[in-house]
């Protein structure tokens, strides 16, 4: 049996890589932080009815000697780097916090497996929001970066001690450049559950509008669930390697949108409002990865497509707000 330890396992990534490894057969430890919140942190994993089939270790990624401890507890075959400051938004008010959880997080860890478990393999959320202003059209591994926020700054520097780390002491440590990638089990304050769980609103009669910032802003969207498959994959490679993740296909925010007002029967000009407030200090337009190398060297392919994934999404908002109103 071999065994991972998750940082982030209480988010999106986290919860569906966790119930993908247990269904190979991998024992399953996550590093949580403590809050005041804790009763909340593993509803996700109970929503795929995982939560009792993983082991919930105490740590912080701005805390070596957690890690430390962490790792000699759990003895793991593969580590991966979920956790973060995630929300692009939220890191313009947060720049300091996203760059010492964000960035400076990934050497911990890294520093931490190269004292305690060197053999380990080591995975590395990096993201499409590195390359920012795209310099290129179609985004690949070789295109440069150019971070647009203090999160695609704090990405960018987690990826870069990554691959120093692999190249200074030969670490077994990759990346997987993942561009958007959604489901049910997305936050709230992102675009895609935003839009879901307005639309699921405004169905049940619980809101009348939804507001939105720059819906022109274009966008390469995958389910979750494709991306953690590609993360294992690159994991079971024989020598460590950065791979993009992406499905080739961009759309606009506000064809997502319209996406879902329409599968709900809804008149998507009769409820959305601009929001000026909502959009960012500096935007990032257009973003799509070409996957090319992931497809032939991993044999990775996306299975869920665009619209698939927000009918999955807008369903399961109305269920839990239906549900909700019944227990009322």
């Not at 809050?35 to 942190?41: D, F, G, K, L, R």
């Not at 805390?63 to 759990?74: G, H, P, Q």
């Not at 960018?156 to 450049?177: K, Q």
Request: aromatic letters at 8%; proline letters at 4%.
């Amino acid at each position: 049996m071999k065994t991972a330890l998750i940082t982030g396992i209480t988010g999106q990534d986290g919860a569906y890589l966790s119930q993908f490894l247990l269904e190979k057969g991998y024992e399953v430890f996550g590093v949580v932080r403590r809050s005041s919140t804790a009763e909340a942190h593993d509803a996700r994993l109970r929503f795929l009815g995982i939560a009792g089939r993983v082991k919930l270790l105490d740590g912080n990624l701005i805390d070596v000697s957690s890690l430390i401890r962490c790792l000699r507890e759990a003895k793991p075959d593969e580590v991966y780097n979920l956790a973060a400051q995630s929300f692009v938004m939220a890191s313009w008010q947060q720049p300091l916090l996203t760059g010492q959880v964000t960035g400076l997080g990934a050497a911990n860890m890294l520093e931490a497996i190269r004292l305690v478990a060197p053999r380990t393999r080591f995975y590395q959320a990096s993201s499409s929001e590195m390359f920012g202003l795209a310099q290129e059209p179609v985004q690949t591994e070789k295109t440069p970066f150019h971070p647009r926020s203090p999160y695609g700054v704090s990405k960018l520097f987690a990826h870069w001690i990554t691959v120093n780390y692999r190249e200074s002491f030969g670490l077994h440590a990759s990346s997987g450049i993942l561009f958007n990638h959604e489901s049910p089990l997305r936050g709230i304050e992102f675009v895609t559950r935003k839009v879901s769980d307005g639309v699921a609103r405004i169905k049940l009669g619980l809101a009348r509008e939804l507001r939105l910032g720059n819906i022109d802003a274009k966008r390469d969207w995958g389910h979750a669930r494709d991306y953690v498959r590609a993360m294992w994959l690159m994991l079971q490679q024989e020598e460590p390697d950065d791979y993009v993740v992406a499905t080739g296909r961009t759309t606009t925010i506000r064809d997502m949108c319209r996406a879902a007002f329409d599968y709900a029967g809804l008149s998507m000009d009769d409820h959305l409002v601009i929001d000026p407030a909502l959009f960012r200090p500096a935007e990032v337009d257009e973003l799509v990865g070409n996957a090319a190398k992931a497809r032939v060297r991993l044999g990775w392919a996306p299975e869920a497509g665009l619209e698939e994934m927000i009918r999955e999404m807008v369903d399961a908002d109305i269920k839990r707000l239906s549900s909700s109103q019944k227990q009322a």
